[in-house]
């Protein structure tokens, strides 16, 4: 089996990954900013590295000699990058930059995770062949900037589109689904916006479609995302019931009234024919993905 190299590895994604490779046989190392967190079944070779260090990213690939690398490892706090652009393009872009580099040197096949951010929202939703861009946000304009930098340098790299990303892990921070319910079992009131529209993706079900992409060695951009598409409202109330939970809470809003420091998309949904057609996985619809959070969450 294949050696993978997981970059951002104590990540929500990240650790999905690390379960499913295992399980499937290869042989693992995960690469993070932080200390290890990841336990699970199997012996994992950790490397606490931040990306940005281009000397340490490639001492830690030389180490490896992986025959895939998957790179998650990102900022991916829109509002973060936002109010400094400095570190986001440091990371996202020439983070990415240090990873393709030991990537050529190993000839390892690249899976880049992207995002819809890379779209400007005003038509979605959107195909692999829409073109992108213009990113409303330095979130979007980083990962767009590296989807160029990883196709032009590696043309035969896979790009990862997703969307909306939810879950359930240990040691990971919290993401919509794990935050709402959260709140609402506490019985705090949550804002959520009606003119947002976005692709609700389950992580366990990203990592699959991204192990596919590793087997087929896909080449080019794939939408890696749940099969539908809702306002974050609507997605908020399905989260509600899913987890029997009140949904008299939720209150609508709009975008404009949350003052977020970065300009959001309105319609960043992504259609996902060709995951459907190529990647022999099937992508989870949010009901069915909520379920399966709730079954894993402690207090479920």
């Known amino acids: ?56 990213v490639l001492q830690v690939v ?24 400095g570190d986001a393009w440091e990371t996202n872009l020439m983070g990415t930059g240090h990873v393709v580099l030991g990537a050529l040197e190993m000839e390892a096949y690249l899976v880049f995770l992207s995002s819809d951010y890379v779209f400007s929202g005003e ?87 991204v192990l596919a992409m590793v087997k087929r060695q896909t080449a080019g951009v794939v939408h890696a995302t749940g099969p539908e598409w809702f306002t974050r409202y609507e997605y908020a109330i399905r989260v509600a019931r899913a987890f029997k939970l009140d949904e008299a809470l939720i209150q609508e809003g709009r975008t404009r009234d949350l003052k977020q420091p970065a300009p959001r998309p309105r319609h960043s949904g992504l259609l996902v024919e060709r995951a459907e057609k190529e990647l022999g996985v099937r992508p989870v619809g949010l009901d069915e993905g909520l379920a399966r959070v709730r079954a894993e969450m402690p207090g479920g």
């Open 1 to 56: 089996m294949s050696t993978l190299l997981i970059t951002g590895a104590n990540g929500l994604l990240g650790t999905k990954l690390l379960q499913r490779a295992l399980l499937a046989g290869h042989r693992v190392v995960g690469l993070s900013r932080g200390a290890q967190t990841f336990r699970g079944e199997g012996q994992v070779p950790w490397h606490q590295v931040d990306i940005r260090d281009g000397v340490g």
């Open 62 to 85: 030389r180490e490896a000699g992986p025959d895939v690398i998957v790179h998650t490892a990102a900022i991916t706090d829109v509002d973060a990058c936002e109010l400094r652009p």
């Open 123 to 209: 038509a979605g939703p959107y195909r692999e062949s829409d073109e992108p861009g213009p990113a409303r946000s330095v979130y979007g304009r980083t990962k767009l900037a590296g989807e160029a930098l990883v196709l032009d340098r590696l043309p035969g790299a896979g790009v990862a589109r997703t969307s909306l990303l939810y879950g359930q892990a240990a040691h990971t921070r919290l993401n919509f689904v794990s935050w709402l319910v959260t709140q609402l079992r506490q019985g705090r009131k949550a804002t959520a916006v009606t003119d947002q529209v976005g692709s609700p993706t389950l992580a366990d079900n990203l990592a699959d479609m």
